[in-house]
């Protein structure tokens, strides 16, 4: 489906039952289907700029203290294992985009090289 069609579904969707509106609109958004790479890159920047101020000292992004230091450590170390795993995904796909988008270009230049004339032919006159 088109855009309008997303857009008009998720109107009705927030008419008839209004979480079901939202359950769509994370959809959309979480599945890229309205064209919100912009939005992903902004998130992107965001979460690096959380990991930085992490890596200074600063750990404000993990919630307030639970009065329990041990299960503080643990919520902590899991969100950091997390955060590791999303990265290291993230690094996946693009190494998997990367060879998608080589494997296309080398067959693109394979078919070119077939269907390229003979030198030895003479080039198309212009008409002037």
Not at 26 to 39: D, E, K, N
Not at 52 to 76: L, M, V
Not at 102 to 118: G, I, L, S, V, Y
Request: proline share 5%.
């Amino acid at each position: 489906m088109g855009k309008p069609a997303w857009i008009g579904l998720l109107v009705l969707s927030f008419i008839v039952f209004w979480p079901l509106g939202f359950a769509i609109l994370a959809y959309l958004i979480w599945s890229g289907r309205m064209g919100c790479g912009r939005w992903q890159h902004k998130v992107d920047r965001m979460r690096e700029r959380a990991e930085e101020w992490e890596r200074r000292g600063f750990k404000g992004w993990h919630g307030p203290s639970s009065g329990n230091h041990a299960f503080d450590e643990y919520r902590n170390e899991t969100m950091r294992r997390l955060e590791e795993e999303q990265r290291e995904f993230k690094d996946f796909l693009e190494r998997l985009r990367h060879a998608k988008d080589k494997h296309e270009f080398d067959q693109f230049m394979a078919d070119r090289r077939t269907r390229r004339p003979n030198n030895d032919s003479p080039a198309p006159e212009a008409s002037a």
